[in-house]
């Protein structure tokens, strides 16, 4: 087989086949992944495996960049960085590690796209994020605010991340938007949403959501962050279960897959500063559904870069 009859074959190893390396200069989008969990849930340990598993599972979804007429993914220069070196459970040397790999992506002029890693690799990201671009808004989708008080017996754990954010100073409570909460609560329960309106975020829960509709979400959402840099944090738990089991902690009652692509599509146009996809768990991944549809979620996260770049 000569050359120009070779097959055409997607690299292994990197989202989407992008090229691997380390030279920045020339990306608008760098992919890293953040194989990292505080490793003591007391049922679900395993989403320090889930940069791989996301990477696994992408060049199908890849697939379909054919029919744009143009490869976004070159367009931009994304390349694949491969993981930070972290010790999960070890926030004290995992942390700084997280936070220099970003903030090198950061000074590089590149827009970095993560991949945990439960919820508490967002924290040192944020570190970085307002080290490096000064004042910006996080948007959150998530099952849960992670803005919880004494649910572990541990000053940084991946329910805390947004109580850090405040009390560090990262970022205006008010300026954020939290997206998609649920629980089982009851009557007079504080649930999950007391603690992060009382550190001032705004928070829209699922049965909101539901009652206002996703065109409603998008132009809310739209409105409030126009003019504004963006850290979109997504978490894959924000799905319902039936479409993303391979969660650290699946909650019913969440949104479907076609609701997630629709509400990212309608994002397009803000500025976004980083995209940080958390929380698949590998173990826990029925038939890699929730490998795949982090992949798809990535790839709607390199349009949003696009439409931004332009």
């Known amino acids: 087989m000569t050359p120009t009859d070779a097959m055409p074959v997607l690299p292994v190893g990197t989202l989407f086949g992008v090229p691997a390396g380390h030279d920045l200069s020339g990306s608008g989008l760098v992919v890293m992944g953040v194989p990292f969990d505080m490793g003591y849930h007391p049922t679900r340990i395993g989403a320090r495996s889930g940069p791989a598993h996301v990477r696994a599972h992408s060049a199908l979804v ?6 744009f007429g ?15 070196e972290v010790l999960p459970g070890d ?3 995992s942390f700084p590690a997280i936070r220099a790999a970003v903030s090198r992506i950061l000074a590089a002029g590149a827009v970095p796209l993560t991949f945990g890693g439960d ?12 080290e490096r671009r000064g004042d910006f808004a996080v948007l959150h989708f998530d099952a849960h605010t992670d803005a ?8 940084y754990n991946n329910a805390n991340t947004f109580v850090h954010a405040v009390t560090e100073g990262l970022i205006d409570p008010a300026g954020s938007l939290h997206v998609g909460m649920r629980d089982t609560g009851y009557r007079g329960h504080p649930g999950i949403v007391g603690v992060a309106r009382d550190l001032g975020y705004e928070v829209v829960t699922m049965n909101e959501l539901a009652a206002m509709g996703v065109p409603a979400l998008i132009e809310r959402i739209r409105a409030r962050f126009a003019g504004v840099p963006v850290y979109l944090c997504w978490d894959m738990d924000v799905f319902d279960p039936s479409v993303a089991p391979g969660v650290v ?13 629709s509400i990212l599509r309608g994002l397009r146009g803000l500025d976004f500063v980083a995209f940080d996809v ?10 890699g559904l929730t490998g795949s549809l982090a992949a798809q979620v990535a790839m709607e996260c390199v349009f949003l870069r696009a439409e931004s770049g332009r």
């Open 62 to 67: 890849a697939e379909h960049l054919d029919g």
């Open 70 to 84: 143009v490869n976004v993914l070159t367009e931009l220069g994304v390349i694949d960085v491969g993981d930070v």
């Open 91 to 93: 926030v004290e040397q």
């Open 119 to 130: 919820g508490a690799v967002t924290l040192p990201q944020l570190r970085a994020v307002k």
């Open 148 to 155: 919880y008080e004494g649910i572990y017996p541990y000053e």
């Open 249 to 261: 902690t699946p909650s019913w009652g969440g949104i479907t897959v076609r609701e997630g692509l």
């Open 278 to 287: 958390n929380t698949v768990s590998p173990p826990h991944d029925h038939a």
